[in-house]
């Protein structure tokens, strides 16, 4: 196995290793790890139980880990707040929080500081002391004041009960609307996950741990901590409550993983999907943020489809302060013998796994390709598999990394959602494909910026290199595996030698330049040779042209003649434009596709010569569960009113929220935010969610 070791900077390489004495603890000694607990006598609680406070903190972890009590005003001092002095920072007072100590908590946590918070939402209520009384602090918007700004994501089920997230990009942006509102610049920096280490399965479930690998605040590869734990749960349904040795464990196992300074990111393979008797190639990175060299024992292990180890690697590893490494390997594997592989790499003390990163490669199956869900029109009516069905899809994006899914994917994550999605009974999804050197034009011609380091494995030709074809190989078959009709609208996001790069804005460039129009039948010729024969696919020409009417005759045209390339290659694929204009397209196209709020605005609409589906139906709510409730009842409204339509298939906006914006930047990133109906950010299924499930099963007799 190779390995590449890269600095964070030059001048932090040296000062970590000039007179660097290697430390490594062990987990059964007394660790090095510092702690600060609030504690303020008179500081009210909101939601953790009593049993659960500040000194009983303070004594479960004493014996382990280095702990003292920080007060109000040093809570409050940005120069004794910092990361250098207190690794991780308890605030064990649930949803209240001094206001006045915020901004120095916020510079902290933005500097790398770790944090664990024990109930519920982090930051909700904020108190002031007026005459001596500790009172909450009127007329804030805490969502937008502090959660938003540190990227807290949050949603209420009942009184006690919540889900948290984190946005897992960059906080900062170039892209403003007149750029195209188009979000490229959201590279992961860190991500949120269930602990495995927590023995008790309904508590570890109930844990929401952070980690990074980035600031995410300013995108400078700092040397920092920032693991954070946020506990949702409020009173008695906080998965603390536990008999009083079992809490105890629970809290340290919580720590332990806190303290653990090294992360492990960006596990990928060569290629997203394999052909038979193909070599997998790996690579992983692992960045020690400790202020010591770090001995790492690295567990690198490939899982069959049924969970079964099929490949398992030891790696020892010793790791300076503040610096990267890239890990490199392979699997030989002499003879596939499924269609899906996850691989999975642990950083490990014993059996406890104190750092994970997972993804997954598809195999390619021409049997499951071929004996996908053959999508037809007969009689102005969807067949699948020559039975008449009404297509209830969702449009998807990767919910943590969003379109970067087209140039550096988690193979599994998708997996897991096109599963969910069949549980559901959904039976098509829509997809914007992002032409892989969209994403290098975008930074070079429309922002004038360089390309970000994270994006160099994009495309440099305007065609799809062969990694790039096998991405889209991969989430082809797992919506083929899953029953699920795979659609993607094929000419928006392109490079510039197939039009404006800048997005979806009222543009004709690709479809008045032959020359531009020519590369589109080159890419055209590409993926009709590839899936031709797959039956459970249908493509979007173009999302939402935006064009004034004068130019209609110049889309007609366009269509017509990007048909005729997928006839000429075997493609008998149906065919779409997004949006409302396909039903002036009606003549060229296959179905026509509209974007709307209210199903009823179209109810009028009758006998149309071929079918028509609502693509894109937006329903956006806010975080609370009346929110919640809101948006499900408005999901029922407009599948009531869809059935005085005479649409033929319904595809909410979309399926969850995306854990890669930060809502508080724009309003437009803020509306973008809210529109995920289907699941939360961490796959619970949302209400509205139920509500389209229910729906669903109503409709399999149609």
């Known amino acids: 196995m190779r390995r590449t070791i890269f600095l964070l900077c030059f001048v932090c390489f040296m000062a970590c290793n000039c007179a660097q004495v290697f430390a490594q603890e062990s987990l059964g000694q007394r660790s090095e790890f510092n702690i600060a607990v609030f504690r303020q006598p008179d500081f009210p609680v909101c939601g953790v139980p009593e049993e659960i406070n500040a000194a009983w903190i303070y004594n479960s972890l004493r014996e382990k880990f280095l702990v003292t009590y920080i007060d109000f005003e040093n809570l409050c001092n940005p120069d004794y707040l910092i990361p250098d002095k207190i690794d991780l920072l308890i605030l064990p007072y649930g ?20 944090f664990l918070n024990l109930a519920g939402r982090p930051f909700w209520k904020p108190l002031e002391k007026v005459n001596g009384v500790w009172q909450e602090k009127k007329g804030m918007d805490s969502y937008t004041e502090f959660l938003a700004p540190l990227g807290i994501k949050y949603y209420q089920v009942s009184e006690n009960r919540f889900g948290l997230t ?17 979000f490229p610049y959201r590279i992961q920096t860190r991500d949120f996950f269930f602990s495995e280490n927590v023995t008790d399965q309904n508590a ?12 995410s605040y300013d995108g400078i590869d700092n040397i920092l901590l920032q693991r954070w734990a946020l506990i949702p749960n409020k009173g008695k349904e906080n998965p603390l409550m536990l008999p009083e040795k079992q809490r105890e464990q629970f809290l340290i196992q919580i720590v332990e993983q806190l303290s653990y300074p090294v992360v492990l990111y960006d596990l990928e393979t060569n290629f997203s999907a394999y052909h038979p008797g193909e070599k997998v190639s790996y690579a992983v990175k692992a960045f020690n943020c400790a202020k010591h060299k770090r001995a790492v024992n690295l567990e690198i292990v490939i899982f069959n489809q049924n969970q079964k180890i099929v490949y398992r690697k030891m790696e020892n590893l010793s790791i300076a302060s503040g610096v990267r490494v890239s890990l490199d390997g392979e699997w030989k594997c002499k003879k596939f013998k499924d269609s899906f592989y996850t691989i999975s790499v642990r950083a490990k003390s014993g059996v406890k796994i104190l750092d994970k990163v997972e993804n997954g490669f598809v195999v390619i199956d021409q049997h499951i390709l071929k004996n996908g869900p053959l999508l037809q029109i007969k009689n102005n009516d969807f067949y699948l598999n020559n039975k008449k069905q009404f297509l209830c899809g969702v449009n998807y994006y990767e919910s943590k990394i969003g379109e970067l899914l087209w140039v550096k994917p988690n193979i599994l994550k998708i997996k897991q959602d096109f599963e969910q999605m069949r549980s559901l009974g959904i039976n098509f999804v829509r997809i914007h494909y992002h032409h892989s050197k969209w994403f290098r034009d975008y930074f070079t011609s429309v922002l004038k910026n360089p390309v970000p380091v994270q994006l160099q494995k994009a495309d440099k030709t305007s065609l799809p290199s062969e990694r790039s074809l096998r991405i889209l190989d991969a989430v082809i078959q797992l919506s083929q595996e899953n029953g699920i009709i795979f659609c993607a609208d094929l000419f928006t996001l392109v490079p510039q030698e197939m039009g404006n790069p800048i997005g979806w804005l009222g543009l004709r460039q690709r479809i008045t330049d032959k020359g531009k129009i020519a590369e589109q039948k080159k890419f055209i010729k590409i993926i009709a040779s590839r899936y031709q024969n797959v039956p459970g696919i249908t493509w979007d020409l173009w999302n939402e042209p935006r064009l004034n009417k004068k130019d209609l005759n110049l889309l007609r045209a366009w269509i017509k003649e990007l048909k005729a390339v997928f006839r000429k290659n075997g493609d008998n694929h149906l065919l779409t434009v997004g949006g409302d204009l396909s039903f002036e397209c ?30 894109e139906v937006w329903n956006e709510a806010g975080c ?4 919640s409730e809101r948006q499900a009842e408005n999901m029922r409204t407009q599948l009531a009113d869809l059935l005085h339509t005479e649409a033929k298939g319904f595809m909410p906006w979309q399926w969850t929220r995306q854990a890669r914006l ?41």
């Open 95 to 114: 949803e209240n929080f001094p206001f006045k100590a915020f901004y120095a908590i916020r510079k902290y946590l933005e500097q790398g500081g770790g």
């Open 166 to 182: 984190v946005t897992t990009s960059l906080k900062d942006t170039p892209v403003i609307p007149s750029k195209g509102n188009i």
């Open 204 to 215: 570890r479930d109930k844990v929401v741990f952070v980690k990074s690998w980035k600031n």
């Open 586 to 615: 009606m003549d060229s196209l296959d179905y026509a596709s509209i974007h709307t709020y209210k199903p009823l605005e179209i109810s009028d609409l009758k006998k149309t010569p071929k079918p028509f589906i609502f693509q």
């Open 624 to 627: 609370s569960a009346s929110e």
């Open 662 to 702: 930060w809502n508080c930047m724009s309003e437009a990133e803020r509306w973008d935010d809210e529109l995920g109906c289907c699941v939360y950010g961490d796959g619970v299924l949302k209400p509205a969610g139920e509500a389209y499930a229910d729906f669903i099963r109503s409709m399999r007799n149609y």
